[in-house]
């Protein structure tokens, strides 16, 4: 059994394992170029189909965490990242714990893009605002970090051939601060 404070690491690795965020609305698809049939055809067309896909997977990180059981935000992942939050979730379910509230958006900044042989490697600097989300253990309790950050940079790589392929491939903390 957890004691009343859940241990630091692991709130930790969930607050920035499983940070997730939708609030901020979808780009306007008639801004957002077409995929081209063998992959992308452009950087830009890479980065909007990068962005899309992540504010999709934040949509399902805070559908899972508000109960949702056809939300799995381990489809938008890969490699590493993926394994890495599928044995986080593993812990804090054994522990007792899950979030409420939802983790909010506040930009998207494009970092750069690769495109090799139709392959895109988009990397994505996404401030992300944790102020609404609180880590709960089984007796119904609180137990969110008072300082943990709230407010921080992430690196994300997403790669795929086609806008609906694209996934998280790696995620870094570049600043608590954003």
């Known amino acids: 059994m957890l004691s009343r404070r859940a241990p630091a690491g692991l709130v930790a690795l969930l607050a920035l394992g499983l940070a997730g965020c939708a609030a901020t609305p979808a780009p306007d698809p008639s801004q957002s170029p077409s995929p081209s049939a063998t992959g992308f055809a452009s950087e ?34 890969t490699g590493g990242v993926r394994e890495t939050d599928a044995e986080i979730r593993r812990q804090a379910e054994a522990a007792g714990l899950r979030f409420e509230g939802e ?18 490697d988009v990397l994505l600097n996404v401030c992300v605002d944790d102020t609404d989300l609180r880590l709960i253990n089984a007796d119904g309790k609180d137990v969110t970090l008072p300082d943990a950050p709230k407010l921080y940079l992430l690196g ?13 491939a790696e995620s870094k903390l570049l600043s608590e601060s954003c």
Do not use: H, W
């Not at 896909?53 to 965490?65: C, E, F, P």
């Not at 983790?103 to 139709?118: C, E, F, H």
């Open 156 to 168: 994300i790589t997403m790669s795929g051939r086609q806008p609906d392929t694209m996934k998280v």
């Open 44 to 77: 830009e067309e890479a980065f909007a189909a990068a962005e899309d896909r992540y504010r999709a997977y934040n949509a399902a990180v805070n559908a899972y965490y508000s109960g949702d059981s056809s939300a799995e935000p381990l489809d938008f992942l």
């Open 103 to 120: 983790t909010t958006l506040k930009s998207i900044d494009r970092g750069g893009v690769t495109i090799t042989a139709g392959l895109a």
